[in-house]
């Protein structure tokens, strides 16, 4: 039978103070006097019909894919219609719904009034660059691609 180490690697560590900050950096938005008129509509999660996908920093993919696997789920569906992998058809919601990223909560597409003016927000977006920075990676990417790059063997 074979022992889990109780002590984290240094890259554990990592990844743990990333989606810490991450959190952290939700937590700040949430303070943010920017009135939004979004009542979980959906619109949003229909990629294919909005012709828009969020992209997000790779520290926003690991807290992601973090809570999709606490959800007990392993496989990241890819649905037929076009819909983000992490909406469920069958409830109308999101699955991972707290842990959704940046570009979900700031309203990346007019079915929820558009997006925040970045003005608004780019101190958070800067720390969540540099958070992912801190993990080697530099670029956001469109949310398939960068759960498949944090799903590549970072958690």
């Excluded at 109308?92 to 079915?111: D, M, S, V, W």
């Excluded at 530099?138 to 691609?145: H, K, Q, T, V, Y």
């Amino acid at each position: 039978m074979r022992q889990r180490n109780p002590t984290p690697t240094p890259r554990h560590a990592q990844v743990s103070a990333a989606i810490a900050e991450v959190r952290a950096v939700y937590a700040d938005l949430e303070t943010r006097p920017v009135e939004r008129d979004c009542q979980r509509r959906t619109g949003c999660c229909h990629f294919k019909l909005t012709g828009e996908v969020p992209s997000l920093t790779h520290a926003e993919a690991l807290l992601m894919l973090k809570a999709w696997r606490a959800s007990g789920r392993k496989n990241i569906p890819e649905p037929a219609d076009g819909a983000c992998p992490m909406f469920d058809a069958k409830t109308a919601a999101c699955r991972i719904y707290e842990a959704r990223p940046f570009g979900c909560r700031t309203h990346f597409c007019a079915a929820a009034g558009g997006p925040y003016a970045r003005r608004e927000v780019l101190d958070l977006i800067r720390r969540l660059e540099v958070t992912s920075e801190r993990l080697g990676v530099r670029d956001p990417r469109p949310l398939g691609a960068a759960l498949d790059r944090a799903s590549d063997g970072h958690l």
